[in-house]
């Protein structure tokens, strides 16, 4: 947000006068000849006497945060880069891309929330157009987007194995200032990979090169057209869209769209049913197909095949248009793979997930921290109350276990898209994506929620740009999977490896502690985390000995304990390089300070045993019994 855009009146307590009546005053020149008036008659009059005289509103203006160079503002990031990816050209340009955030970038985001898109269904003479007219800002957002390589970088791999975290501490930057622009790159990221990982050829490899590319006129951004009315997640059983096949090898899509995201983008993947001659479908998931489709207008200026239902009025993300969507004779390409397709775009898409939650967490802090050298309260500023301080240190603690597990998990990516990952690594990255996006999509919330009430009232009120924060945090724990469905792919992840994604993640987080014993300091985090992951290992022993409702009623507490222990393991890990500070140290024993393993706390209190769902089940429709 920018710094002009906090001024706001301090909101103190002020006396009122009582009403007096209203009467005619007359002017000095007027009275009696020698009277004098007092102070007080002047002070009345100016006031509230005289006509067209300006508000008195006091002196007193809060001072607002200001955005300084998120690069250089956040420690942990800058650190982390220059223990992996220490490459001037990399620190170069993060450093001048985060100048240019806080002078230029943030300023357009917040005209795409004051400026959201809107839909134009007829022209003036009564014909269907269906125009989505968003902000020249989000149009500069597109533009921008391509400039720095947001996309293309993950794909021009000029840093190897770690391009990925290269591109993904850009997209870090970014995201806050972004207008939610980073949504629409998300999807543009994920079918650039889906396209990759089927093979770059015929009728996809121009738009292969359009998603990827860094020139803005060539630039195309991509949809993402899954969910349907009944469908949700659960995408097997809920598509009800039919692909007609035509005679010349391609389809003709039917259906509705009840959600779709980035509704202005250039291109989409969609999923639908191939109908045979008969016009039977396949159900579930084996009947499912993956189609590009090309979004495109007619001479006209109509949309060919789309009928925009209407826009969707959300929470947050209002900057980016999401629409309804009837289909009605789309052409598509060649039949794809369907709900195997989806696959790598989900991987790509739950790590932005996760790559905005935790720049929220982040824009958050660096903006409270600024304004707790600002406001004073009780005689002093904020920064020198210690309970304050002590509340913005928890929240730093939680933004940083998230933000290394969520580069942790860039790093996988890029090690297994440069052939690099061996089979830990591999495990690695199928486990904990969707731990990763759960749990950073629960803690934005709780964090950014957290930092609004560290700006009391101001934290409130919309105009101060604040607000947006909360709201655009609120889609992170829904969009590509709730906190519940991933909890359950975690269990199908388990399950489909025989249990070696889990010893690939015990393995990788014992070594993660075994640079520990050169920093003495860092023994009680070591013990609790090494302690924490004994804990684990023995309940799913444990629980693989029970009914399989057992563990899908841990799932969540599961998911939890194997991000807390994780992201416990990587700040130890980050505590003992060579470049490590003090603070880091700290941050390291506080998070370890927590309860690391829930479902094992849970697990010794009966919550998972057979008796409980009925138990829950009864509370939840408790009904009052009448006489």
Not at 586 to 609: F, H, I, M, S
């Amino acid at each position: 947000m920018s710094a002009d855009r906090l001024c706001i009146n301090s909101g103190g307590c002020c006396r009122v006068r009582a009403a007096r009546p209203l009467v005619h005053i007359r002017s000095a020149s007027a009275g009696m000849p020698g009277a004098k008036r007092s102070d007080e008659e002047h002070l009345w009059e100016a006031a509230s006497y005289l006509p067209f005289s300006r508000t008195r509103i006091g002196s007193f203006f809060q001072e607002s945060p200001t955005l300084k160079n998120p690069f250089l503002e956040d420690a942990l990031l800058r650190a982390y880069l220059r223990r992996h990816l220490p490459e001037e050209a990399v620190l170069e340009d993060l450093c001048r891309f985060g100048e240019r955030v806080a002078k230029e970038v943030d300023s357009w985001g917040r005209d795409c929330e004051l400026n959201p898109p809107r839909l134009v269904n007829f022209d003036p003479w009564g014909r269907r157009v269906d125009h989505i007219v968003t902000s020249p800002a989000w149009k500069r957002m597109k533009t921008l987007s391509a400039e720095e390589g947001m996309v293309a970088i993950g794909y021009e791999r000029s840093f190897g194995e770690w391009s990925r975290v290269y591109q993904m501490s850009k997209l870090y930057i970014f995201s806050p200032s972004a207008g939610l622009y980073t949504c629409p790159l998300a999807m543009t990221d994920g079918a650039a990979k889906v396209i990759q990982s089927m093979g770059v050829s015929l009728p996809v490899d121009e738009a292969y090169s359009r998603l990827t590319t860094r020139q803005p006129e060539r630039f195309w951004t991509s949809g993402q057209w899954m969910t349907e009315r009944q469908g949700g997640s659960d995408v097997a059983t809920g598509t009800e869209t039919v692909a007609v096949p035509q005679t010349d090898g391609s389809y003709r899509l039917h259906g509705f769209k009840w959600f779709t995201s980035a509704t202005d983008a250039d291109m989409t993947l969609t999923l639908a049913r191939v109908q045979d001659q008969t016009g039977a479908t396949t159900p579930g998931s084996r009947g499912l197909s993956l189609f590009y489709a090309e979004v495109s207008r007619d001479e006209d200026g109509r949309l060919r095949g789309i009928e925009v239902q209407r826009l969707k009025d959300k929470l947050g993300t209002r900057q980016m248009p999401t629409a309804e969507l009837l289909l009605d004779g789309l052409p598509l390409s060649e039949e794809g793979r369907g709900v195997a397709s989806i696959a790598n775009m989900l991987t790509i898409t739950r790590i932005h997930n996760s790559v905005a939650a935790i720049a929220a967490m982040r824009r958050v802090v660096q903006l409270a921290r600024d304004y707790a050298t600002r406001r004073t309260v009780f005689g002093k500023v904020l920064k020198d109350h210690p309970l304050h301080m002590q509340t913005l240190a928890r929240m730093e603690v939680e933004t940083r276990g998230a933000f290394l597990l969520v580069m942790d998990v860039c790093r996988l990516l890029g090690r297994e898209e440069s052939g690099l990952a061996t089979q830990r690594d591999t495990h690695l990255l199928r486990l904990l994506t969707p731990v990763v996006k759960l749990y950073t999509g629960k803690q934005a919330v709780a964090v950014v929620s957290e930092g609004l009430e560290s700006f009391g009232g101001q934290g409130y009120i919309e105009d101060t740009g604040l607000p947006a924060l909360l709201r655009d945090a609120q889609v992170l724990s829904i969009w590509e999977g709730t906190t519940n469905v991933l909890s359950l792919d975690v269990l199908r992840c388990v399950a489909r490896s025989s249990g070696m994604v889990l010893h690939a993640y015990f393995a990788h987080a014992k070594s993660l502690l075994s640079g520990a014993s050169t920093v003495p300091s860092l023994a009680p985090a070591v013990k609790a985390v090494d302690g924490a992951l004994s804990e684990l290992q023995e309940f799913v022993q444990v629980a693989a000995t029970r009914a399989p409702s057992y563990l899908e009623l841990a799932a969540r507490d599961l998911a939890y304990s194997l991000a807390r222990i994780y992201a416990g393991a990587l700040l130890i890990d980050h505590a003992c390089w060579k470049g490590a500070s003090q603070s880091d140290i700290y941050a390291a024993l506080r998070w370890c300070e927590q309860d690391l393993c829930p479902v094992v706390t849970k697990q010794a209190k009966g919550c998972y045993d057979s008796s409980t769902p009925p138990l829950d089940t009864a509370l939840v429709y408790d009904h009052p019994t009448h006489p």
